[in-house]
């Protein structure tokens, strides 16, 4: 089974529709990550969480929420999705032990019409 | 803050050439570099690592990457391609005092021909 899972895989939805993105992780870390993949862009931090109680804006916050319901579990929404918020979104762990490397999930393929 | 340029979006290259995929930063202090690898329909993954000592870092499939402080580079390179190479790479960059945390590089698409 892999470490890092993402549901759902795709979503189409219109703009204005809530949105969530869930993250689940077997590896037992304590930090975990929000990503977007845009081309030519690479992937820039939308939100992190070094445990349950400590959650931090990233790169591009504006306009996403999350919600660490359990160390294993991080959740990514939009309130009212925008065109400009298709993208593939990418959750990731990482041991505090181990420097810069983080586990990716599989990735979720946004669209918003 | 740092940065981390990558200079190609894409590199295509025929099976068996040798690659050379490049990638700079920038920082005002100490850094640790990484390269990951994104393979179609799939998330990214560690290939290598520089943290201390040698500047020349390996990956098990034949991938090698050699910091160089004084041109703030870190390029990946390969002597012979496969076609199972064709994929995303990603550069990344951690300051010394901001944990976990990396800045990724706008990705090169290596496309390797048969």
């Known amino acids: 089974d892999a470490d890092v899972t993402q549901t759902p895989r795709n979503r189409i939805t219109k703009t204005g529709k809530r949105i969530m993105l869930e993250c689940s992780q077997t590896?037992?870390?304590?930090?975990m990550y929000w990503y977007r993949q845009d081309p030519g862009l690479g992937l820039r931090l939308i939100y992190y969480?070094?445990?349950?109680?400590?959650?931090n804006k990233g790169e591009i916050s504006d306009g996403y929420s999350v919600s660490r319901q359990a160390q294993a579990k991080f959740s990514l929404s939009l309130e009212s999705a925008i065109p400009n918020q298709t993208a593939l979104y990418f959750c990731?762990?990482?041991?505090?032990?181990?420097?810069?490397?983080?586990?990716f999930g599989p990735g979720t393929r946004l669209t918003v019409l | 803050a740092q940065s981390v340029t990558q200079l190609d979006s894409q590199v295509p290259v025929f099976e068996e050439a040798p690659v050379e995929l490049r990638c700079n930063y920038s920082?005002?202090?100490?850094?640790?570099l990484f390269w990951y690898v994104q393979y179609p329909n799939q998330g990214l993954q560690l290939l290598l690592k520089?943290?201390?000592?040698?500047?020349l870092v390996e990956s098990i499939n034949g991938f090698e990457a050699e910091f160089n402080k004084s041109q703030t580079s870190f390029h990946l390179r390969k002597p012979s391609v496969h076609i199972s190479d064709t994929a995303e790479y990603f550069c990344a960059v951690s300051e010394n005092n901001a944990g976990n945390m990396l800045t990724f590089g706008g990705g090169t698409r290596l496309m390797v021909k048969p």
């Open positions: 520089y943290l201390s000592g040698s500047t």
């Open positions: 920082s005002s202090v100490s850094v640790y």
């Open positions: 990731a762990t990482s041991d505090v032990r181990v420097r810069g490397e983080q586990f």
């Open positions: 969480s070094f445990d349950v109680k400590d959650i």
């Open positions: 590896k037992g870390h304590d930090r």
